[in-house]
């Protein structure tokens, strides 16, 4: 074998390795899942485990779709994954971040609400009976715009730091849906029919040995909690159900 045969299969392998390299790339980029996925503690994550609802907060990344920001907007929102036949590209550039949850509980957990434009009926129940709930406790009177009620829970749901604001209250004295974290489980937990549901991003766990007495942290902003004892029903997944 002389040189220009040595020179010719070296070149060869390297234009196949990048080649190879390129196509790596071009399939991570569209399989490797996205930061888009949101906890109960308002953590916004990647991870492969798919979502049954959408949200909104801003726009939170950049042009190479990774995640920058919390939140840009103080209305933060829960949509329906496909509108009218039609579903949006993820993470297009100038345009808001498409965040998925578990399921509606989640959502209300991170701070989201319904959305008034593809979940216009859900939005309607929400806003009047958030009304009914909590106008006292914050002065509130006559006609009150949605503007508003979201600064409010704006409030709720951050601290000084950004960070998601917790309360303490007795287990048993919470409405179905809410979210707690207790001492002896530190990961986010459904409360729901009176039984202690363990969260994940595929599913609940149920939660046999607990005491309904004890203090909890809510994850769940207060004035949602209102809201549900009020009457508001939020989905949960059929894991926490079954």
Not at 48 to 65: I, M, S
Request: one cysteine or more; hydrophobic letters at 40%.
């Amino acid at each position: 074998m002389n040189f220009t045969s040595v020179l010719f299969i070296n070149i060869k392998n390297e234009f196949n390795l990048i080649n190879f390299v390129k196509i790596l790339l071009y399939y991570t980029e569209f399989t490797m899942p996205l930061q888009n996925r949101v906890s109960p503690f308002s953590t916004i994550v990647a991870t492969d485990e798919r979502g049954f609802w959408t949200g909104n907060r801003g726009v939170l990344h950049n042009g190479q779709k990774e995640i920058i920001k919390n939140h840009s907007v103080k209305y933060w929102i829960t949509c329906l994954l496909e509108y009218k036949g039609k579903r949006r590209e993820l993470m297009k550039p100038n345009s808001w971040t498409e965040l998925f949850f578990l399921d509606e509980a989640t959502a209300f957990a991170a701070g989201h609400r319904p959305c008034g434009f593809c979940r216009y009926g859900a939005y309607k129940k929400f806003k009047n009976l958030w009304l009914l709930a909590n106008s006292k406790n914050y002065g509130l009177k006559g006609e009150i715009k949605i503007d508003i009620i979201d600064a409010i829970i704006h409030k709720e749901r951050l601290d000084e730091d950004n960070l998601q604001k917790t309360f303490k209250v007795i287990l048993k004295t919470l409405p179905d849906g809410v979210f707690v974290r207790i001492d002896e489980h530190q990961t986010a937990c459904l409360w729901q029919h009176q039984t202690l549901y363990q969260w994940s991003f595929c599913g609940y766990k149920r939660i046999t040995a607990f005491n309904n007495n004890q203090p909890v942290e809510v994850l769940t902003p207060a004035s949602y909690v209102e809201v549900f004892k009020a009457g508001y029903k939020p989905q949960v997944h059929f894991s926490a159900i079954l």
